[in-house]
């Protein structure tokens, strides 16, 4: 089974990188909550669908670790959606990606699963690959703030914690796991999308009262004031921006035709990009569990963080994001492992 455990991680993590990229650029049109709480949703669509074909049992301890998996899928990928917004993905997405594969690993071999010599070679030499993917010596080349580098720090933490969940599901469980998961973080994310609603209404509400009461006192600064809350909340990875976005959008009479007309088209182009962000994880999860259940959690879960090659290549190529020559030895030194880890 080891060669076809790495080739299933791999698999699977070239998709992840995909769902990521695809979530990226979503969470620059949308707030990375909104984009979260939709990709939830049509992958929850998807596993409802498979799920009379495919089965489980639905046992509590499949209903416990799937729905706390599922909240700690929506912490993590908030905050994963949110720092790739803020950029540069070329080095926050490996940064997370070495995060989330020290944690289960180091569960999964203190838990006792035991390698052959070459497997845990396999493992250090992964890990490096991981961070080379990352780093960017170049001068002049974009560096990470420390907001970025934290959020993706939270983000490796939190999907780790998911992989060592999704490892205590029952073998029997089949995709209930993921139901359970996908169906908590769609709730978690929706009653957040609620919530900044409501709290960016008051804002707007409480703007335009002193727009209001300053139009009175000075004749001509209304206006001013009103404009401001209009474009209140541009930044993607604050709750506001999908609020205000989605309140434009649904009344494009608040703000002029051309500005409304391109409110709706960033709407629908970060909605349809964030539902294909969750159809495409849906098909990398369908793969972890199929790699978890064949193989061990530390060595699926270092062949899972390989995920950044997916993403940089997809910026590479359509954001034109530059690959330096040390990531290019990191992806080479990533394919090594992935062979070293299928004869270990």
């Known amino acids: 089974m080891p060669m076809l455990t790495a080739l299933v991680g791999l698999a699977g993590a070239l998709i992840y990188g995909s769902a990521d990229f695809l979530g990226g650029l979503a969470a620059k049109r949308l707030s990375a909550v909104l984009v979260t709480a939709v990709a939830a949703s049509s992958g929850l669509l998807v596993l409802l669908l498979a799920l009379p074909f495919?089965?489980?049992?639905?046992?509590?301890?499949?209903?416990?670790?799937?729905?706390?998996?599922?909240?700690?899928?929506?912490?993590?990928?908030?905050?994963?959606?949110?720092?790739l917004a803020i950029g540069p993905m070329s080095i926050l997405s490996p940064l997370t990606a070495v995060v989330s594969a020290i944690v289960p690993m180091t569960a999964g071999l203190v838990g006792g699963e035991r390698l052959a010599p070459v497997g845990y070679a396999a493992l250090g030499l992964a890990l490096v690959a991981v961070v080379l993917?990352?780093?960017?010596?170049?001068?002049?080349?974009?560096?990470?703030?420390?907001?970025?580098?934290?959020?993706?720090?939270?983000?490796?933490?939190?999907?780790?914690?998911?992989?060592?969940?999704i490892d205590l599901t029952p073998d029997d469980s089949g995709l209930v796991?993921?139901?359970?998961?996908?169906?908590?973080?769609?709730?978690?994310?929706?009653?957040t999308v609620g919530v900044l609603a409501f709290v960016a209404a008051h804002r707007r509400r409480v703007l335009a009262g002193v727009g209001a009461s300053g139009g009175d006192a000075s004749?001509?600064?209304?206006?001013?004031?009103?404009?401001?809350?209009?474009?209140?909340?541009?930044?993607?990875?604050?709750?506001?921006?999908?609020?205000?976005?989605?309140?434009?959008?649904?009344?494009?009479?608040?703000?002029?035709?051309?500005?409304?007309?391109r409110t709706q088209s960033t709407l629908s182009i970060g909605l349809t990009l964030a539902a294909v962000c969750g159809l495409v994880d849906v098909a990398a999860n369908l793969l972890l569990l199929i790699g978890i259940r064949i193989g061990d959690l530390s060595v699926i879960s270092v062949l899972t963080a390989m995920y950044p090659a997916g993403t940089i290549l997809l910026?590479?190529?359509?954001?034109?994001?530059?690959?330096?020559?040390?990531?290019?030895?990191?992806l080479g030194l990533a394919l090594a492992a992935a062979a070293m880890l299928a004869l270990a």
Do not use: H
Request: aromatic share 6%; proline share 6%.
């Open 54 to 83: 495919v089965g489980g049992v639905w046992s509590p301890t499949a209903v416990l670790w799937g729905a706390l998996s599922g909240l700690t899928g929506a912490i993590a990928i908030s905050l994963l959606y949110a720092c």
């Open 315 to 330: 910026a590479a190529v359509v954001l034109k994001e530059r690959i330096a020559p040390v990531q290019w030895v990191g």
């Open 177 to 191: 796991p993921l139901v359970l998961n996908r169906a908590v973080n769609a709730a978690i994310m929706f009653s």
């Open 219 to 261: 004749g001509g600064d209304a206006s001013g004031v009103s404009s401001n809350a209009g474009r209140g909340g541009s930044d993607p990875a604050s709750g506001f921006g999908a609020t205000d976005a989605v309140t434009r959008a649904a009344d494009p009479a608040t703000v002029p035709g051309d500005t409304g007309r």
């Open 133 to 165: 993917v990352g780093f960017v010596p170049e001068k002049g080349a974009v560096r990470p703030t420390t907001l970025g580098v934290l959020m993706a720090i939270g983000s490796g933490i939190m999907i780790g914690a998911f992989l060592i969940l």
